[in-house]
């Protein structure tokens, strides 16, 4: 069994930032890639920003020049550093991550809990 957990969240006024982080614990043989997403009030859930392993990175356009993935492997460990916050950046941000675990299986469906990140005007 993997666990994802995630922390960081907060309440934060425009234009402040904040850093979120989540470290895997569990089963883990190793992990291809890890990820934030994020889920806001009647929306579906969309990709803030994911690493690869060979340290490649994807970003939503929203998350360009603002926000910045980075991952600690040896610790299992994803940070997301988000500055310049919007208001329309309040969400529930999740953690994903690739990995495979220690009986040989190969999943992507790992998410943590998810932590509120509330911007004000």
């Known amino acids: 069994q993997v666990q994802l957990v995630e922390s960081g969240g907060g309440l934060v006024q425009a234009g402040g930032s904040l850093r979120l982080s989540c470290v895997a614990s569990?089963?883990?043989?190793?992990?291809?890639?890890m990820g934030w997403y994020r889920q806001a009030p009647g929306k579906q859930r969309e990709l803030v920003a994911r690493?690869?392993?060979?340290?490649?990175?994807r970003y939503a356009d929203s998350a360009k020049d603002r926000f910045t993935i980075s991952r600690d492997n040896a610790k299992n460990t994803v940070y997301l550093q988000m500055n310049s916050l919007k208001p329309e950046d309040t969400a529930v941000y999740y953690c994903?991550?690739?990995?495979?675990?220690?009986?040989?299986?190969?999943?992507?469906?790992?998410w943590g809990q998810g932590t509120q990140v509330t911007v004000s005007s």
């Open positions: 690493m690869a392993n060979g340290g490649s990175t």
């Open positions: 994903n991550a690739d990995l495979l675990n220690r009986d040989g299986v190969y999943s992507y469906n790992n």
């Open positions: 569990g089963s883990i043989l190793s992990i291809n890639a």
